[in-house]
């Protein structure tokens, strides 16, 4: 069964700094990985999408990477603004047939102004 | 465009009662998911629907019922409800299931106590 894990669970980072989520995952047979971002009591925001085939994908100052055959992605924000604070999720999307998106625990963010 | 809308967004229940959660879409989308986020594990999905009229399991589907009975709506049903269905619940719905077109729109959830 696939298991995505994201370290750490929390980071707090000052205004202006850059930043790097970490996201591994157990099974390589993937369709493709997202990155979410959650609210507090809000739902999730779809923010990237990367292809099995694909090594990365970029959104404003979100750079999202994907090395399938090692089961890692980062996402990485560039000059951190206190509107990122949030919980960012991973998920992957299997292959075993019912498209399944199979979702990482978080780490919540908290951008220091 | 209010795209995923759940209801209620809070509700407490004593064991044993049973309730239902609305989903309802206005994207026309054909695919739709609920799902469950508890503390220190990732969403799990419980049913999901793949159109009208259709519904099949998750991963972890045991002690729920949906329906499908209207392209816009998914219902979740708790027959009997039980305190390890505490959770916060989460429909979400998409154009495709399609492998790499699976992008999910998420409604705000639907926070559930069972006492």
């Known amino acids: 069964k696939q298991e995505v894990t994201q370290i750490p669970a929390a980071l707090s980072v000052p205004e202006g700094e850059n930043l790097v989520l970490n996201c591994s995952f157990t099974d390589s047979a993937i369709y493709n990985l997202q990155w979410f971002r959650q609210d507090p009591g809000k739902g999730l925001t779809s923010l990237l999408l990367?292809?099995?085939?694909?090594r990365e994908q970029t959104s404003g100052r979100l750079n999202a990477s994907l090395d399938k055959s090692s089961g890692r992605s980062t996402l990485y924000i560039a000059a951190s603004q206190p509107g990122d604070s949030a919980t960012y999720l991973c998920?992957?999307?299997?292959?075993?047939?019912?498209?399944?998106?199979?979702f990482g625990t978080g780490t919540r963010l908290t951008v220091i102004p | 465009n209010a795209g995923v809308t759940q209801t209620p967004k809070f509700r407490v229940l004593k064991t044993g009662q049973s309730m239902t959660l609305l989903c309802a879409q206005d994207?026309?989308?054909?695919?739709m998911y609920w799902y469950r986020q508890d503390p220190g594990m990732g969403l799990r999905l419980i049913h999901y629907s793949v159109g009208e009229g259709t519904t099949a399991k998750g991963e972890v589907p045991d002690g729920y019922n949906v329906s499908r009975l209207k392209k816009q709506n998914f219902l979740l049903g708790l027959e009997s409800a039980a305190p390890s269905q505490t959770s916060v619940y989460f429909c979400?719905?998409?154009?495709?299931?399609?492998?790499?077109?699976?992008?999910?729109?998420f409604g705000a959830g639907s926070r559930l106590t069972v006492l």
């Open positions: 994207m026309n989308h054909e695919y």
């Open positions: 979400a719905s998409s154009y495709s299931m399609t492998p790499g077109a699976n992008v999910l729109t």
């Open positions: 998920a992957v999307t299997d292959q075993t047939g019912a498209n399944n998106l199979f």
């Open positions: 990367i292809q099995s085939s694909q």
